[in-house]
């Protein structure tokens, strides 16, 4: 079975850090393209950031320069180091592993989340 499971979520001041970790199993977890997105309330979920099985990343404009993506692949564990918090940070995060194939079929997996709150 594939399960991606989050933690490192938690509390923090303005300004402050955090880093999520997800751990992943039951995928060939070098080949997937992973990723972090969020979802605060009312709002839809959204892109944070991504990293290919190459290692490119790819970040929202919002936290470019404030947040980095990164992956072992021998752990099969992808990492979110979230720097210079803002409250507009806080959301569920949510680890992503996203593949497709050579004819053209895609899959997505999810974890279950895990809460960030940035104070004032």
């Known amino acids: 079975q594939v399960q991606l499971v989050e933690s490192g979520g938690g509390l923090a001041q303005s300004g402050g850090s955090l880093r999520l970790s997800c751990a992943a199993s039951g995928i060939s977890f070098s080949i997937y393209t992973m990723g972090w997105y969020r979802q605060a309330p009312e709002n839809q979920r959204e892109l944070v950031a991504t990293?290919?099985?190459?290692?490119?990343?790819n970040y929202a404009d919002s936290v470019k320069g404030r947040f980095a993506i990164s992956r072992d692949n021998a752990a099969k564990a992808v990492y979110l180091q979230m720097n210079s918090l803002k409250p507009e940070d806080s959301a569920v995060y949510y680890c992503n592993a996203h593949r497709r194939t050579g004819i053209g079929r895609s899959y997505d997996y999810w974890g279950q989340g895990t809460q960030v709150t940035v104070s004032s």
């Open positions: 990293i290919t099985s190459g290692g490119t990343t």
